[in-house]
C-alpha cells in the first residue's frame, strides 16, 4: 500500500507539471522599481527635435502616474540605455521612471508600465516608442530573441521585416525590435554617362570635380617651423553638412572644356540614403537580431519560441538562403537544463555510493533514494497551491533538497538494522525503528521549515527568486519527510522479506546456468 500511494502521488505530480497546471517560469526575477520609456526618432533628427518630441512623451507618462508613486522622472536625449549597454545618437530619446519603493496600495512595475502603454504608444510621433523593465537577479537574455544569418543584406532585412511583423502577432509578445540599426544620412553620387559624353568631360575629370567640391585636393605643401604643412583647395560648399546645402552643391557652376558652363547636378545621379548604423556579424554571417519581451502569464518562453519556429518554416522558402538561430533565454534554459541534468545525476551516484559503503549494501541505498521522488512530488504539489512558478530556481532547491530529503530514511532503515544485528525479528526491528526515530525525524524536520517559512511564505516582502525556492524545500521536506515516517517501515519490512527469496533465485539461476 505504501509503494502504491507513493507511485500515485508521484505520477499525479508529473501530470500537474505537463498539464500546465503548474507554471512554467524558467527565469522568473525580481523586479526592479525603475523603468525606460525610449523614444528612437528617423536617423538625422537633430537632438533638439529628439528632445522636443520626447518631452511630449513624458507628459503622458507622468498623467499616468499616482501621487507619491515616482521618485523622479527624468527626460533626456542623445544617449538611450539598454539591457545590455547604452547606445549614444542624437535620434534617441529617453525617459528615466524611478518608482518609490512599493508599498501596501502601489502598484507592481508591469501594471504601471500596461496602464500607461496604451496611450504612450498613440501619441502621434515619427519616433518608435518602447519601455525596458529592469529586474534583478544574475544577467539574462530576452525571452524571444533571434539571429538571422545570411550573405545579402538586403534578402537578411526583407526577412527581419516580414518575421518581426509575425512575431509581433503572437499573444504576449511586446517591444520587438532588431538591431539593425540605421546611420547617418548619406549622398550617393553616379556618374551620369550620357551627361559626361555631351558635356565632353571624361569620368577621371567628373570624379576630380566632385572631390574638389566636397574633401578638397592637395596641391602644394609648405612647412612651419618644421612641421609639413598641406594646401588644399576645396569648394566652397564642401563643409556642408545639411540637405539645404547639398542642393546648393550640386548646382555649383562647373566650366566645360569646348566653353560654357553646366552644373555638378548636371554630371551625376543623386541619390539621399540612410547608411548602416553597422553590420554585426556571426560565425562568418551578416548577422541581424531580433528581440522581444513576453507576458509570461500567457505564453512561457518555450512555447513562444517554438511557434516561431513553426512561423518560421513556413516563411524560409521565401528566404533559402538565411538561416535562424534560436538564442536568448531559450539557449539560456536549455544550457542550465543540461547542466542541471549531470548536477542531479552527480548528487544521486555520490548520495548511493555513500550509502553503500555505510550500509554495506546495494538495495538499501535504492530504497532511500526514494525518498527523492517523494520529494519531488512535495514540490510540485506544493507550487501548485501557492501558486509559485516551477524556475530554475526552484530546481535548484529540488537538487538541494536531494541531500536533505534522505535523512528520515537514513535513521529509520539504520536503526533498523541495528536491532536487526542485535537479534531481533524483523517485524519488530521495523516497528522498533519507526517508534523510536519518529521525534528526531519530526523535529529536524520541523526546525529545517521554520528556518525556511517566512521566506517561503513571503513575510516581510515576496521574492520570485528565492521565495519559490524556499518554498520548494519546505513543502518538498514536509511531503517527503511524512511520507517517510509511513511508507518507508513497510518498504523496509517487504524488501527484507523478499531480498533472500529474490538474491536465493538469482543464485539457482547462475548454478543452472554454469551447470548447462
Do not use: C
Request: proline residues 4%.
Amino acid at each position: 500500500i505504501g509503494g502504491a500511494l507513493v507511485l500515485v502521488l508521484f505520477v499525479g505530480a508529473v501530470g500537474l507539471v505537463a498539464s500546465g497546471a503548474v507554471r512554467t517560469q524558467f527565469f522568473a526575477f525580481d523586479p526592479i522599481r525603475l523603468f525606460y520609456v525610449s523614444l528612437d526618432m528617423p536617423s538625422g533628427t537633430a537632438i533638439d527635435v529628439t528632445l522636443r518630441e520626447t518631452e511630449k512623451l513624458e507628459t503622458v507618462v507622468r498623467r499616468h502616474l499616482q501621487a507619491g508613486e515616482a521618485r523622479g522622472v527624468v527626460t533626456y536625449a542623445g544617449v538611450k540605455w539598454t539591457d545590455t549597454e547604452p547606445l549614444y545618437g542624437e535620434a534617441y530619446g529617453q525617459i528615466n521612471v524611478s518608482l518609490n519603493p512599493r508599498g501596501a496600495d502601489q502598484r507592481e512595475v508591469t501594471e504601471v508600465v500596461e496602464a500607461m502603454r496604451r496611450d504612450v504608444e498613440a501619441l502621434p510621433t515619427s519616433g518608435k516608442v518602447s519601455f525596458t523593465q529592469l529586474s534583478g537577479g544574475p544577467p539574462a537574455s530576452k525571452p524571444i530573441k533571434l539571429r538571422l544569418l545570411g550573405d545579402d543584406i538586403n534578402e537578411l532585412r526583407a526577412a527581419t521585416r516580414e518575421l518581426k511583423r509575425a512575431v509581433s502577432q503572437i499573444a504576449g509578445t511586446r517591444d520587438v525590435s532588431d538591431d539593425d540599426l540605421p546611420g547617418r544620412p548619406q549622398l550617393v553620387l553616379q556618374l551620369n554617362a550620357e551627361a559626361l559624353k555631351h558635356a565632353g568631360i571624361d569620368p577621371a575629370t567628373a570624379a576630380r570635380l566632385v572631390r574638389l567640391h566636397t574633401e578638397g585636393e592637395i596641391i602644394s605643401e609648405t612647412r612651419d617651423q618644421g612641421d609639413k604643412i598641406e594646401v588644399r583647395v576645396r569648394g566652397a560648399t564642401a563643409n556642408s553638412d545639411h540637405l539645404e546645402d547639398i542642393q546648393q552643391l550640386l548646382s555649383d557652376p562647373v566650366a566645360l572644356p569646348a566653353g560654357g558652363t553646366t552644373t555638378l547636378g548636371a554630371l551625376v545621379h543623386a541619390d539621399t540614403r540612410t547608411g548602416s548604423g553597422g553590420i554585426k556579424h556571426y560565425n562568418l554571417k551578416r548577422a541581424i537580431t531580433i528581440e522581444s519581451d513576453l507576458d509570461k502569464t500567457q505564453l512561457d518562453t518555450v512555447e513562444a519560441n517554438a511557434r516561431i519556429a513553426e512561423l518560421w518554416a513556413a516563411m524560409k522558402l521565401r528566404y533559402p538562403t538565411i538561416r535562424i538561430d534560436f538564442t536568448g533565454e531559450l539557449d539560456d534554459i536549455n544550457e542550465s537544463l543540461d547542466a542541471m541534468k549531470m548536477l542531479f545525476l552527480l548528487g544521486v551516484g555520490l548520495i548511493y555510493l555513500i550509502l553503500a559503503a555505510q550500509f554495506r549494501s546495494y538495495w538499501q541505498p535504492l530504497l532511500i533514494l526514494l525518498t527523492v521522488p517523494m520529494a519531488f512530488t512535495g514540490v510540485v504539489f506544493g507550487l501548485f497551491i501557492t501558486q509559485n512558478p516551477l524556475s530554475l530556481y526552484t530546481l535548484y532547491g529540488v537538487i538541494a533538497l536531494t541531500g536533505i530529503a534522505v535523512n528520515a530514511s537514513i535513521v529509520l532503515i539504520d536503526a533498523a538494522n541495528t536491532r536487526l544485528q542485535a537479534g531481533m525479528s524483523l517485524i519488530h526491528a521495523t516497528l522498533y525503528a519507526a517508534r523510536r526515530r519518529v521525534v528526531p525525524i519530526i523535529i529536524t524536520t520541523a526546525t529545517t521549515i521554520g528556518g525556511l517559512f517566512s521566506l517561503a511564505v513571503g513575510l516581510g516582502g515576496k521574492s520570485l527568486i528565492w521565495g519559490p525556492m524556499a518554498a520548494s524545500l519546505v513543502w518538498g521536506l514536509l511531503v517527503a519527510s511524512t511520507l517517510t515516517l509511513f511508507t518507508m517501515p513497510t518498504l523496509f519490512r517487504l524488501a527484507m522479506h523478499l531480498g533472500p527469496k529474490l538474491r536465493s533465485r538469482i543464485a539457482r539461476g547462475l548454478n543452472r546456468s554454469s551447470a548447462g
